[in-house]
Structures are given as C-alpha cells and as structure tokens.
C-alpha cells in the first residue's frame, strides 16, 4: 500500500469515495469542483495502482487542523487503509507545526485507538462557525468530537 498526496487525476475517485458514504448519510457530501479547490489537502491510498481510500488535513486556525473525509472503499475496509491516511495526515500537522487536530465522526472508537480523545464540539468554536454553520443536520448532528495533540520534533 502507497500513502500518497493527492493529484488531478484522483479527483474524480477521491468525489465517488466521499458520495458513498455521503448518499448514507455517514459523511457530508462534496462536490467534485470542491474536490478539486482542496485537491492539495488529500492525501489518498494506492493498492495496485488503485486509490482505495482518502483524508483531507484542512488548517482552521494557528494551532488546529481537522482530518476532513476520511473514505476507504468497502473493499479494503479493516485492512489498516484508515489507519494509515489518518497517520499520514498527522504527520503532516506534526511538519506544519499544528499543536493539535481534530475530526467530527460517527465512529469514535477507531481515533481513540491512534491516541485521540473525545471531547465536546462546542470546544471547537473555530469550526461551529465553518462547516457546521451550513450542515443540515446541524440542529440534529450525531457526529462526536475527537481531538490529538500533535508532538513536534525537538
């Protein structure tokens, strides 16, 4: 497996990985022109050539990040894809210089095994005011906050 930055010709892949789950409602759905306007956030998984998974590292303020559209295909679900983007996209907070990030999910226990911590969404201001401020479900959202510290290199 190949953890990779994202390129134009992953855009279209990258829309169909994040609408399927987002037609289940488990994920907001993305638009391919807004795919391809925050191309340079994703990183993607390659197994034979073949992207199987995404994340995006989206910067919301000087200290805090948020790992947006985290999408492994069905396929290659429980085969450590998640895991790895997930890594990938710590490590590029941790070369930014990010202290902390962060994602809103339906599925907690899988960041708390890599070392992150629920905590509530209202401690996240800087992110009530982006993308939740336009969510449908924001009256009803089900999604629960988890953040990590990021430790830099001495």
Known sequence: MNIRNAEIAD???INALINQYAER????????????????AFCVAEVDGKVVGC???QIIWSDLAE?????????????????????????????LGLQSIFALTLNPAFFEKMGFKTIEKDSLPMKVWSDCAAC??????????VIKTVLRDA
């Open 67 to 95: 790992i947006k559209s985290l999408a492994v295909e069905e396929a290659n679900k429980d085969t450590g894809v998640g895991k790895m983007l997930v890594e990938a996209a710590t490590e590029q907070a941790r070369q």
């Open 55 to 57: 994340c995006a590292l």
């Open 25 to 40: 409602d488990i994920m907001l759905f993305r638009s391919l022109s807004d795919i391809y306007e925050n191309l340079q």
């Open 11 to 13: 855009a279209k892949t």
């Open 136 to 145: 449908s479900k924001q009256q009803k959202c089900d999604e629960i906050a």
